[in-house]
């Protein structure tokens, strides 16, 4: 059985800030589609599709191992890919409040996603 904290995660979220910084509406916005039924995630770097899983309970929250397609894109936007995934294979908590979804590594804020409604 899925707990409220893990099923408020379940859905699609957008990546609107990395590391502090704005993330453009450019289009390619890395996503990522949390399904907690099933412990899975999909989603998109920006260029390259990604999937795999996540792990929430007491010891906190993990993402992993992630595979992604091999496309190759625009240099900004394989930077911010590139910074994303570091993120994800980093981060180690998440938190969901009014501003959305942070991914954490050692409580301090990675990333901000919000919903897609």
């Not at 409220?4 to 996503?31: H, I």
């Not at 996540?54 to 993990?62: I, M």
């Not at 993402?63 to 994800?88: N, Q, S």
Request: charged share 25%; with cysteine.
């Amino acid at each position: 059985m899925v707990d409220g904290t893990q099923s408020a995660l379940g859905g699609r979220w957008t990546l609107v800030e990395l590391e502090g910084e704005a993330v453009p509406e450019d289009g390619n916005a890395p996503y990522l589609e949390l399904d907690v039924e099933t412990s899975t995630l999909a989603g998109s770097g920006g260029c390259n599709r990604l999937a795999g899983g996540f792990e929430l309970g007491g010891a906190g929250f993990r993402l992993g191992p992630v595979a992604t397609t091999l496309r190759a894109c625009d240099e900004e936007i394989m930077r911010r890919e590139a910074a994303f995934l570091g993120v994800l294979e980093a981060a180690d908590g998440v938190e969901l409040d009014a501003l959305g979804l942070a991914l954490l590594a050692e409580g301090r804020v990675l990333a901000r996603l919000a919903r897609v409604r």
